[in-house]
């Protein structure tokens, strides 16, 4: 197994060592926190934040601020902006706006002054295109609000060895939120849909990277069948809050369950196709895993790729956070976390405090409707002072569960889902 355990304790240790995040931790305070000898240590310059740590620097601090983000989100890209939400931050029942990730492709457009007058346009194989302001849409439709899980085709990619292409996600690409919008599949019947309809295409008002005004930053779809659910939401709220420019408001889609990225932001026009849907983000190995196992590291060529559809198992524990340190004498310790499964629901959650060698099962929380994760809370007896792992692993009604390590590797990392580890030290 490659360095994944130790890399989270590392990320960890700093503030459980009680060291700022911005502050400099002293040679003493950075050796603990690294856990190993830094043989250049006398080198290092006054007030340097180490490399291993990144995600604390006053950059990324203040890029989280300016978002209106708490500043324990990590950053893993900047440009595009992408930040995760490590699994400590999940532990909400619903994810506050605050807390939940965001993945921008592009640059978002800049914000309307009315976000009533934002208009969304459907087309392609319909009856009759249609142009909807928002406060037409939300005028003519009903609103529908589910609580549901948002989450990045790529979340778990870190867990790749040898390491797949893309943002370094831990679990930490998903959030759970309400959304309040009008069904999609109203809207596409207000249309007309065409039995030539089969895919949708997704479009929206973010500016390519290049500067190039011609180039779509990303455009992805869906079959028909999933469109139609009663969960596919073009939303305009999101956890009771007009919905945040950085979340796509005014309008974005929520297609629950797949890939994040056909939950378009920033939503202005969804076009019926009658072929699969070829833009960007459609094609190649992009949201898109190999039909037969590929060996780790190889090249693509000659291999069949099949879009990625359903998001695979994965649950998580929120608290405690990996890494905490308890005193002396703690013989009891509350678990909380959750868990989800792309359009499949989620039959038992387990958890071993013994390497694997026994699990036991957890109190499930009810979902409140499809694609809403399932919270659940634990409570385990410490026999002695010590260094313990708690695992956890998530199974379906159909008996799948999550590997030890990620499986299945592909080019762009995509279904990463081994299990969740977090280290307790009883010291
Ligand atoms: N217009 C537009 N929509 C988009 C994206 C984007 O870059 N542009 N990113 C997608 C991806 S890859 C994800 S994972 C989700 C992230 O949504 P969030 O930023 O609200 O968490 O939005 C999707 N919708
Ligand atoms: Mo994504």
């Known amino acids: 197994m490659k360095d994944t355990h130790d890399r989270q304790i590392g990320d960890a240790a700093p503030q ?3 060291v700022g995040r911005r502050g400099f931790l002293g040679l003493a305070g950075l050796t603990a926190a690294m856990g ?3 043989p250049f240590a006398k080198h290092i310059p006054q007030g340097l934040v180490p490399a291993a740590f990144a995600q604390g620097t006053d950059d990324h601090i203040a890029m989280l601020e300016d978002a209106g983000k708490d500043t324990g989100l990590s950053v893993i890209g900047d440009r595009p902006f992408v930040a995760e939400t490590p699994e400590h931050l999940l532990n909400d029942d619903t994810t506050p706006i605050e807390k939940f990730f965001v993945r921008h492709n592009g640059n978002p457009p800049i914000a309307p002054e009315d976000p009533d007058a934002w208009t969304l346009t459907i087309e392609g194989e319909v009856d009759t295109p249609l142009t909807l302001t928002r406060a037409e849409l939300k005028d003519r439709f009903d609103a529908h609000t589910y609580r549901m899980v948002l989450e990045c085709g790529g979340n778990g990619r870190s867990f790749f060895d040898p390491p797949a292409r893309g943002n370094q996600w831990t679990n930490g690409g998903a959030g759970c939120a309400e959304w309040t919008g009008a069904r999609l599949r109203d809207v596409l019947e207000a249309a007309g849909i065409k039995d030539s309809a089969i895919y949708t295409a997704h479009f929206g008002q973010d500016t390519h990277l290049s500067g190039d005004p011609d180039r779509e930053v990303i455009s992805r779809g869906v079959r028909i069948e999933k469109a ?6 073009i939303a305009w709220a999101m956890n009771g809050e007009d919905l945040p420019h950085i979340h796509g408001g005014p309008l974005r889609l929520i297609i629950p369950g797949w890939p994040g990225s056909a939950s378009h932001k920033w939503v202005s026009r969804v076009v019926l196709r009658d072929v699969e849907h070829d833009g960007p983000g459609m094609t190649g190995t992009s949201y898109r895993v190999p039909a037969t196992p590929m060996l780790p590291g190889s090249e693509p ?3 069949e790729f099949l879009i990625m559809e359903s998001m695979p198992i994965r649950s998580i524990i929120s ?13 009891e310790l509350a678990l909380r976390g959750a868990a989800w499964n792309g359009d499949k629901g989620i039959e038992t959650v387990h958890i071993s ?3 694997g ?11 409140r409707n499809r694609f809403d994760w399932r919270r659940w809370t634990a409570t385990v007896e410490l026999p002695s002072d010590g ?15 999550q590997p030890h390590i990620a499986g299945n590797w592909n080019p762009q990392g995509y279904g990463g889902n081994p299990m969740h580890r977090v280290a307790v030290l009883v010291a």
């Open 387 to 401: 260094y313990y792992e708690i695992w956890v692993r998530a199974t379906d009604t159909e008996s799948v569960t």
């Open 228 to 233: 139609l659910e009663d969960e596919c939401l």
């Open 353 to 355: 405090l013994d390497f």
């Open 301 to 303: 060529d000659g291999v």
């Open 16 to 18: 459980d060592a009680s």
């Open 319 to 331: 608290e405690p956070r990996n890494g905490t340190r308890l005193e002396a004498g703690t013989r």
């Open 357 to 367: 060698a026994t699990w036991r099962d957890v109190d499930l929380e009810a979902p």
């Open 36 to 38: 190993v000898t830094i």
